[in-house]
């Protein structure tokens, strides 16, 4: 045993279980208004921070600690402050790099731990409406900043005439859309075309319609429940899956009733977790993040369906373009990427 490997192993582990920790603190924070009571980024005492949320002024104390210990928060002279940039990722929620819904998809991973028992011990499947609720809140404000920041900005350009498409009126598919995030940001932005989202998971198609009300999008835009393999029309000019492919069991069923459901020039945006082809080059935060979630959330989902596939939230570039190919698409391009995401473009 080298002794040196093992107290770096053991730092490695505290700085983790710290993180863990405060997870569960930013959850605090974001539900009790704390980040947003400080959003200004100005010095404040606890009982300042107290008397503005209403809340208890020794336990602010002690969270504002953990947050100036953890290197979120900067303090002096008993006042702390979220910094700018910390604000950005935890405090408002509409900016692009808006984290703290993170934390939330974290505390289901927590609250599920005895359904992954079972499923660890069992045939491995854990349906994606068994899971917290918080699962589905979480999951859409974790991806909605990413949606929002390059959807529309980077991620339609990129593929071939779509733009065009939607802005002459176009009719587009989401499907495994949950509470509709990318839904909404397309059509608000293509006001002349026409949006369905599908998902199989009834309660978070109500949300979705909610969402579409919120959005003022209502009148264009309808989400029903369905599967990937069984949603009605075939003239769609844009089909897309913003991660949900390797969610589910029968990936390649899915991609093939795109195939039969597009019109003749239509085109499939597959967004999916960024992930190289071998575990080796997975080995970095993000997709250490994307393989822990995997295991919880995608890949017992798709082990709970029909072939069962099990892709897993890392299932990198050829797994999926072998996946678009045995569907009967031809043209199969990666159109964009970044840290979080692969865009790829799939054509006949
Ligand atoms: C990780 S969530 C992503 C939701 C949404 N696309 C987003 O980006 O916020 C995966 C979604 O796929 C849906 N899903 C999984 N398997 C499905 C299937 N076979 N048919 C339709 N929807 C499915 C789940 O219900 C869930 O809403």
Not at 173 to 193: E, K, L, W, Y
Not at 223 to 237: C, L, R, V
Not at 239 to 244: G, K, L
Not at 267 to 276: F, G, H, K, M, Q
């Amino acid at each position: 045993m080298n002794e040196e490997k093992l107290h770096d192993f053991m730092g490695k582990l505290v700085t983790d279980m710290g993180g863990a920790a405060m997870l569960a603190n930013m959850i605090l924070g974001d539900e009790l208004g704390l980040y947003r009571a400080m959003a200004d980024s100005q010095f404040l005492t606890p009982e300042a921070l107290a008397s503005k949320t209403d809340c208890n002024p020794r336990l602010v104390r002690e969270w504002l600690s953990a947050h100036a210990a953890s290197g979120y928060m900067e303090h002096s002279d008993g006042k702390f402050r979220l910094p700018e940039e910390q604000a950005m990722t935890l405090a408002i929620e509409d900016s692009p790099v808006y984290m703290a819904g993170g934390a939330v998809v974290v505390a289901a991973l927590f609250h599920d731990k005895d359904k992954l028992v079972a499923a660890m011990r069992g045939d491995g499947a854990l349906a994606w409406g068994d899971h917290h609720p918080c699962m589905f809140s979480g999951t859409e404000r974790f991806f909605r900043p990413g949606y929002r920041m390059h959807l529309v900005a980077e991620w339609l350009p990129a593929l071939e005439g779509v733009v065009d498409k939607l802005k002459n009126g176009a009719k587009v598919a989401d499907i495994g859309c949950g509470h509709g995030a990318s839904t909404v940001i397309m059509a608000q932005a293509f006001p002349a075309s026409q949006f369905v989202g599908f998902d199989y998971h009834a309660p978070s198609i109500d949300t979705a319609n909610q969402r579409a009300e919120q959005g003022g999008v209502g009148d264009r835009v309808r989400f029903s429940q369905g599967t990937a393999k069984n949603y009605p029309g075939n003239d769609y000019d844009l089909i897309c899956y913003f991660d949900c492919l390797h969610d589910m069991g029968d990936p390649v069923g899915a991609a093939r009733h795109a195939y039969q459901s597009l019109k003749p020039d239509g085109t499939v945006l597959l967004v999916e977790p960024y992930a190289t082809d071998q575990l080796d080059g997975n080995a970095t935060p993000v997709g250490r993040l994307f393989y822990a979630a995997s295991t919880f959330i995608c890949t017992p989902n798709s082990l709970s369906q029909e072939v069962g596939l099990g892709l897993g939230a890392q299932a990198g570039e050829a797994r999926l373009r072998d996946v678009l190919n045995q569907a009967g698409f031809t043209h199969v391009r990666r159109a964009a990427e970044t840290p979080f995401n692969l865009i790829f473009e799939a054509r006949k």
